[in-house]
C-alpha cells in the first residue's frame, strides 16, 4: 500500500494525449497527482472509458482513493467563418454581426447566437479570441443583425470565441453535448462534475437535479455574473473552482488575483472545496522547469488555502508532464513547511457553525492542538463531517475513516483530508480501536501517541456527529484486526 503524503493542499492533473496510458497516470500519482480530470472538451466517450479504466486500475494497485473530476465543455459561443479563413480588423473598423452561415469577409461575419442577439444593446462589448479582439455594439436591427466598431483589433480567423462580459445571456447551463456527457459520465462512476460557464446558482441547481447526489458538484467561476452572484452559488454547488482563463478575458486582467483571494476565503468560511486553476504552470508545456512568477503563483494559492491547485494543458498535452505534477507538487510542499504558512492560513478565523457537528469538529481541532495529538480520526459516511474539521485548517493531520467508497474519492479533492475506506463501527470500544490501528498502520500516529476522535451515535448514522474522545494509539500487542 502506497504511504500517504504529508502535503495538505491537493493536485489534479488533467489527462489528454500526453497522459492516457495506465503507466503514465501511475506515473503522475506517484509524481503528486491527487485527482484526474477528464475534459470533456476533448476526445470521446472512448477515451474517457479509457482513461477512467486505467485511472481504477491504478487506484487498486496502491490502495488508495483516487478522485476523477469530469469536466463538462459548456456553451461555446463563436463566430463562424471567413471566405479568406481570416481577416485584418484594426480599431476603427466597422463589421457587421449577422444569423447569415455564408463565409464572412471584412465587412460581416456570421454570430450564429441568437442569445448574444437578445442580450446586444448599443454599447455592448463583444470580446473575440480570448478578448484579443474587443468590438463595441452600434446599432441592432430585428434581433438578427448588429454594427460594432473595433475598439482593440489584430487578424481575426475562422471559429474564434466570443465573451460578453457584461451580460447575462439567455443561456441553457448545460447544452445537448453536455446532458449527453454528463449521462456516460456519471454511468462510469466518477466522482465530481465541473460546470462551465455558471452564471446563476440556478445553473447549479439544474446540474444537480440531474446528478442526483451521484457525483459532487463544483461550480466553475469564470463569468463577472458568477462572481457576483458567489454567495448564492456557493449555498448550492459543493465545490467552486476559480477559472482564471475566461475571468481574465471578461474582466480587466489585474482584478483577477484579488477575486482569486476573495473566492478562495469564501469558499473557505462556507466550508466548501476551492480549486484554484488555470495557466498556472503554463511554460511547462513546452519547458522542463516553470518560470519564477508561476511558482509564486502556486505558492499564493496554498498560503491563501485552496484546496486543490489544478494542471491544465502542462500535464495533458504538454512535453513535460510528469515534470509539471512533481514540480507542482515540490512548490506547495514548501509553501506549507515554509515559517510563515500557518500564520496566512489562519489569518482569517472561520466560524464554527451552529450545529452539533459544527461545534464537536471545530472542538476537536482545539483539543488537538492542547494535547498535541498525532492526528484527528473523523469516521463519516457523507463526508460532511470530515469537510467541518478540514474547514479549521488545523495543523494536525486529518484521518478519515469511512465504509463508503464514493465519499473517500470525493473527498480526495478537499483539503488536508487522507481517506481510508473501513468497515462501519457498531461500539463505542470498537470505534477507539479501529481509530488507533488506522492511525497507526497508516503511519498517522506511533503506538502510544494521542489521536482525538470525532464519530456519532447511534453509529452508522449520517450527519449525527456529537462524540469527541482523546485516546492514545494502541501498541503492537493491543491491535486488532
Not at 473598423?93 to 460581416?108: F, K, N, Q, W, Y
Amino acid at each position: 500500500m502506497t504511504r500517504y503524503r504529508n502535503r495538505r493542499a491537493r493536485i489534479i492533473a488533467t489527462l489528454g494525449p500526453a497522459s492516457s496510458d495506465k503507466a503514465t497516470i501511475r506515473a503522475l500519482f506517484d509524481a503528486g497527482a491527487d485527482v484526474f480530470r477528464l475534459n470533456m472538451s476533448h476526445g470521446d466517450h472512448e477515451d474517457a472509458r479509457a482513461r477512467h479504466a486505467a485511472i481504477r486500475e491504478v487506484e487498486a494497485e496502491v490502495g488508495r482513493p483516487i478522485g476523477i473530476l469530469a469536466d463538462l465543455q459548456g456553451p461555446k459561443l463563436r463566430i463562424g467563418r471567413f471566405a479568406q479563413g481570416s481577416v485584418e480588423v484594426r480599431p476603427g473598423h466597422v463589421i457587421a454581426l449577422d444569423m447569415d452561415e455564408t463565409p464572412g469577409d471584412d465587412s460581416r461575419v456570421c454570430l450564429p447566437h441568437p442569445e448574444i442577439f437578445a442580450a446586444m444593446v448599443p454599447g455592448t462589448e463583444l470580446l473575440l479570441d480570448d478578448g484579443r479582439v474587443k468590438l463595441a455594439i452600434d446599432s441592432v436591427s430585428d434581433g438578427k443583425r448588429a454594427v460594432a466598431h473595433v475598439i482593440e483589433g489584430r487578424r481575426l480567423s475562422d471559429r474564434k470565441g466570443v465573451n460578453v462580459p457584461n451580460a447575462i445571456l439567455p443561456l441553457a447551463a448545460m447544452t445537448p453535448k453536455d446532458l449527453r456527457d454528463l449521462d456516460f459520465v456519471l454511468g462510469l462512476g466518477v466522482d465530481w462534475v465541473a460546470l462551465s460557464f455558471v452564471q446563476r446558482a440556478e445553473d447549479v441547481t439544474e446540474l444537480k437535479a440531474i446528478v442526483q447526489g451521484r457525483a459532487g458538484v463544483l461550480a466553475k467561476i469564470e463569468k463577472p455574473s458568477a462572481v457576483e452572484r458567489i454567495d448564492d452559488i456557493l449555498a448550492e454547488a459543493d465545490a467552486i473552482m476559480v477559472a482564471r482563463g475566461d475571468l481574465g478575458v471578461e474582466l480587466p486582467l489585474e482584478t483577477v488575483p484579488g477575486i482569486q483571494k476573495r473566492l478562495t476565503a469564501k469558499a473557505r468560511a462556507a466550508g466548501k472545496p476551492v480549486v484554484v486553476a488555470t495557466q498556472m504552470l503554463e511554460s511547462m508545456v513546452t519547458a522542463p522547469v516553470p518560470t519564477r512568477a508561476e511558482v509564486s503563483d502556486v505558492a499564493t494559492a496554498v498560503y491563501d488555502g485552496a484546496d486543490a491547485v489544478m494542471l491544465s494543458a502542462e500535464s495533458a498535452a504538454g512535453g513535460y508532464p510528469l515534470e509539471a505534477v512533481a514540480t507542482m507538487s515540490r512548490i506547495a510542499d514548501q509553501a506549507e513547511n515554509d515559517i510563515v504558512y500557518d500564520d496566512l492560513i489562519h489569518a482569517q478565523i472561520q466560524a464554527a457553525g451552529e450545529s452539533i457537528a459544527d461545534a464537536i469538529s471545530a472542538a476537536a481541532c482545539q483539543v488537538a492542538g492542547t494535547v498535541a495529538a498525532s492526528c484527528i480520526v473523523s469516521f463519516t459516511s457523507s463526508g460532511a463531517t470530515a469537510l467541518r474539521v478540514a474547514r479549521k485548517r488545523p495543523d494536525t493531520d486529518i484521518l478519515v475513516l469511512t465504509p463508503v467508497l464514493a465519499t473517500a474519492r470525493r473527498l480526495t479533492l478537499a483539503w488536508g483530508l487522507h481517506c481510508v475506506v473501513t468497515e462501519d463501527v457498531s461500539s463505542f470500544a470498537e470505534m477507539v480501536q479501529r481509530a488507533g490501528n488506522n492511525a497507526v498502520e497508516h503511519e498517522f500516529a506511533r503506538p502510544g501517541d494521542r489521536i482525538v476522535i470525532t464519530a456519532g451515535v447511534p453509529f452508522g448514522t449520517s450527519g449525527a456527529t456529537n462524540i469527541l474522545r482523546v485516546a492514545t494509539a494502541p501498541e503492537p500487542g493491543q491491535r486488532t484486526v
